[in-house]
Structures are given as C-alpha cells and as structure tokens.
C-alpha cells in the first residue's frame, strides 16, 4: 500500500511490528512508559525491533536522526531530542479535508486518556485545530495549576502560540464563522492570560506518532 507505515512497539502491552496505528495504539495507550515509533517498511521496523528500542527511539536515536533529517536538511542532534516528559499533555487534530470539519483533543501523555475533547466544528484548518487545542491545554493548566507541559507535532501552531498570531488564509464568512470564534478567543486568551508552560514540538521520527493521534494516515 502506497505510503503505509509499520509500527514497532518495544515496549507495550504486547511487543512487536504492527502494519496500522489502530493496532499500534492499542497496544501503547494506557501504558505508562510505552516505547513506539513508524518505519515506512516492514524491513525497517523488523530490524529496529529485534535491534531493540535503545539507538533507534529517544535521545539514543542516532542513526535514525541522521537519516531521516528534518526538512530543513539538518538532522536532530540527540541533546535536541532527549527523553519523552510523560508530565504533559499531548495535543492532536482531527480533519476531513483541508479546509473541512475539525476537531481536536488532549491527552495525557502517560496514559492516553482524553482529558478534553472538541468538535467536530463544521470548516477549519488543520494548523487552526492544532493552535486550538494548545490553547486549550494552556488554559487548563493555568486553570487547574497543574505543573504539566505541551506537546504539538504543529511546528506552525506552535509559532502562531507563540507569536499570538494566526497567520491563516482561511476566510472569514458564514461557513467559518464557528471555527473564526474559537480562534479570537483563544487569542483574547492568549493576549490578557501570562502563562510559563512550554510548549514543545513532539518528535514523531524518533518517539512515533504524538499519542493524541487520530489515526487519520
């Protein structure tokens, strides 16, 4: 199948090399400490698995990093990756097209369990979803003076955080007007609230897919 990946699981509830994130999933979520990562092909993922999770997933990923080089040409260096902080929460959209409906949740990173849930809402983008639900996760912590962290695997929504910027081309008409609401809100948010809790991009080349994940490959 074109584009398929392959998913090994060293360390879950049943090891081994997985053809879809389904069966992956059900193998890491709810258990804490869960070690996975995508392979584009079975070859791959075998030989990563029998080589076991050590140099091929979190900070020890050497030879992946370098081959598999972000698209800016340079490849990760392992202090950049270090270790998953399973005291965050992960944050992941859900879209049917792009624009299309969009939804978006956060989980915790230890154990997968949903911790919000929103949507769908009826057009958006997949940036705008992913900026939603880092907001979301902020103002939760803030709220609840929880000492956890964020993670995106949005490089874009991070910045748009970041800056307190959407920089979407989506229209605003009668068809967005739901989704245009939630983002001047969230950056109301963002304008009046100070907050301290990074927000970090998820590496999915080293740690596997972010375990908000939809499952939408």
């Known amino acids: 199948m074109a584009g398929q990946k392959f998913y090994v699981v060293w360390e879950g509830k049943v090891p081994g090399v997985y053809a879809s994130w389904a069966e992956c999933q059900k193998q890491t979520s709810g258990y804490t400490g869960a070690k996975f990562k995508a392979y584009p092909s079975r070859a791959e993922a075998e030989a990563a698995f029998k080589a076991g999770w050590k140099g091929n997933w979190g900070s020890g990923a050497g030879a992946s990093q370098t081959s598999r080089a972000g698209r800016s040409g340079k490849a990760a ?45 009826a057009k958006g983008t997949n940036n705008i979803g992913e900026f939603l639900a880092i907001v979301h996760a902020l103002a939760l912590i803030k709220k609840t ?73």
């Open 77 to 121: 260096k392992p202090e950049q990756i270090g270790e998953i902080n399973y005291n965050s929460i992960s944050v992941d959209v859900g879209t049917r097209g792009n624009p299309g409906p969009v939804e978006y949740k956060g989980v915790d990173t230890a154990t997968g369990k949903v911790i919000f849930e929103v949507g769908p809402v």
């Open 145 to 217: 003076g929880s000492d956890k962290i964020v993670y995106s695997d949005s490089v874009n929504a991070i910045n748009w955080v970041k800056n307190k910027r959407v920089a979407t081309t989506l229209p605003r008409d009668s068809s967005t007007a739901e989704i245009w609401a939630l983002i001047d809100r969230a950056l109301n948010w963002l304008n009046t609230n100070a907050y301290s809790t990074p927000v970090l991009k998820w590496q999915t080349q080293h740690w596997g897919e972010i375990k908000a994940d939809y499952g939408r490959k």
